[in-house]
């Protein structure tokens, strides 16, 4: 299983692959990937790689992601092209009808490419104070609300109890909730 | 070794560090290898080890520190990026000349790519330079595994050795094996030996002689000895092509032909590249039509074989000269050697749905809040036509906001403005000159530059942008910080103000960077003094990064008034901030509160003061 993971600096990305290997590894799988960013600041783009199975390589290599998992409607866009054909694309939209380009929707068409979208600083806004930090746990709810990666939503449950600060745990479980339920 | 916990290849590096009983470490942080010594301090506390871990104010410092403490026979080790090597070159070469005692160890990581460097040299090169063997891992679980043969090397020996990860290596994360012994440690018995520790011209007769014998050594052990390292991975059919591969390529390449299911490839695995297994390379040769080397980032290999005929690499150009080999780019290579077909990963629809939703590159840019930001700002609001010298941190991201003209390496920004006034002296016009650089920067390499432009009595402003951190590399703490490596140990604080004054300047002012309004008249004065009295006057903007607040300030939480904005995009093109977007529908700016933190800077920013502070705060 290949995943690639895009956004910006600041979106709590490393804490994405972070739980994606501690699933795999309490399943007893090898994992490896990259975090791949420009200069450090908050803002810039950010790609981390995760890969689990026997691989050497931390790079997923172009067209050969299972899941690409987007902060970020355009970097989902500039990333596109790691996904392979038939894979599954989990993108945070915050307008809404970004995704409504003819173009880009012939390419996901002809590739076969599933899309999750869903609007997570709107759903933040409304459940959690606006608190944009939780848009990683987020997302990965919405990742396994899709059934997407291998990984079940109790897995993830149990991952996020295990590696988020204590004081934090009830609240990010309670986004693994929502994000689970809005790419249901 | 049972246990396997997934690691950062800095983390496995420093673990390795560790467990191989390193009782000395010392560094300056550099992407990609800032985390490397951090790790180690961790891992000494958890397995109970009494390592001593320091920053070094540079790279030279640092350098001479470990090197010099292994001279009694400790096992002592050294660590930074690929341009830190440029600044401990001059101990790294003749130090490699000594015969050592304890076990020394370089560690160097290069940034191919680059990613976060001003070049994209290859300290390879560096290790032939100065005739010392080099480890060049594949991936974090062998970078760390190189660290254990690197010491035995080194003590069997007495020589420094080199262990060059690049950045796919540093911050790749990895299950890697964890050892739960340490290899216990080494009492200092440094013995009084002139002949062998202090550096003179006649000991060269006996010294570089002896470094070559040990080169033919050490390269007839990799030959036979270090297998694990270097090893031939058979093709599954019949091989058409051979590829001599080093570092990350023989990793993206081990990948592709398991999912590729390639069959006609077989690899010669070179872990060692200097000195280079010569005779296990040219057999390999022979065996094949055509050979390709592929390493990252110069044709090291390559250029270590007798004969060249046969090879395709980057010394010849059939692979490209410069840059990071890819797993994309690894696979078109090989194509174009067999005469293959590639396939295009270009999509035409994505690219012109980019170009329709305005999906252009995000540039780096200084964070949202970034005092630097608003020191720029003042600088240039002030001084509009100054030359403005920067030098190596978050600052050289300034550039987006047109506050930087030179940058080349670290310290540079001191001895650049220094440079360009001697420039305008010569013509006898008067030339404004404000230099900026940080504050770990200034300790690194901007003293000596300073001492250098009072004595010679350089006219400049030099802005010392103190965020209290170092914080490009992740957060290291600088000498004016005081903060030592393991939290609460304490060093003494350095001011900078003192360490100014010291060093014979007569105007130093602290302010507070985020006072934009201010800031713009006390720039102007220090430019009048610095001007008047042919010396460099010292401005120290002070407020600490955003990145290392543990509580936030105040909130100045701000809106734009859409009635005042009248779209000029000052605001976007000469703050630069994350948190200000211009809207094409309407042709205003506004705010994005995704990245706004409140800092309230930017209403100083519009000339049309449409930027004000919202009410609810």
Redesign the interface.
Known sequence: MQFVIVG?G?QGILFA??AL??IA?EKGR????????????????VVSH?KVG??????V????ADVLLAFDQ??A??N??YLRDGGTLVVNL?DPK?FQ?D??Q??LD??KIEVHPIEG?SILKEHMG?R?LFLNVLILGAMCGAGVGGVSVDEMNQAISDLAPPRFVEENLKVLKLGHEAAR | MSK???LLGNEAIARGIVEAGCEIATAYPG?PSSEILPAVAAYSDQLGTKTAVEWGANEKVAYEMAVSASFGGKRTCCIMKQVGLNVAADPFMSTAHFDLKGGFLLVVSDDPGP??SQTEQDSRYFAMFAKVPCFDP???EEAKEMVFDAYDLSERHGIVTMLRPTG?VD?????VPLRDEVLPPKKDEFKKDPKRWVCLPAGVRVNHPRLNDKNDVIRNEFEKDYEKYNYIVPAKGTARLGIIAGG?T???L???I??SGRDDIEILKIGTPVPLPVKLCEEFIARHEKVLVLEQTYPVIETQLNDRNKIMGRWNGFVPRAGEL???LI?EIIAKCLGDEVET???E??L???E??Q?T????????G?PHRASFFAIRKALPKAITPSDIG?Y??GIMQKGIDSAIDMGAAVTAASGFYLASKVDGEERPVVATIGDSTFFHSGLTGLASAVYNRHAFVLAILDNRIT????GQSSPNVGAKLRKGDQGVQIDLEQVCRGCGVSYIKTVEAYDVDENVDVVKDAWAYAWENKEPAVLIFKHPCI?ILKEPPTPRPVRMDPEVCIGCKYCITSFNC?GLVFDESSKKAYID???CVNCGVCMSVCPHGAIVLREEA
């Open positions: 910006t600041g692959s972070k290997g501690h590894m090898s994992v490896v990937g990259s975090e791949v960013h420009g200069m450090a600041q908050r803002g810039g783009s995760f026997e691989y050497l390589s931390p790079l290599k172009v067209g050969e355009n970097e866009v500039r596109l092209h915050y970004a380009n173009r880009l012939s390419s002809r590739r600083y606006g944009f | 396997r916990s997934i992407t990613h976060s594949s991936t974090a796919k911050h790749a994360r990895q299950d990350t023989f990793a993206f081990s990948d592709m398991r999912t890819l797993p994309e696979e990963s270009i999509d629809d994505v012109s749905a980019m329709e939703m999906i590159p995000r540039p780096p840019m200084l964070c949202p970034c978050c050289t991201l914080a490009m590399t992740g990145t994350p509160e995704r990245y």
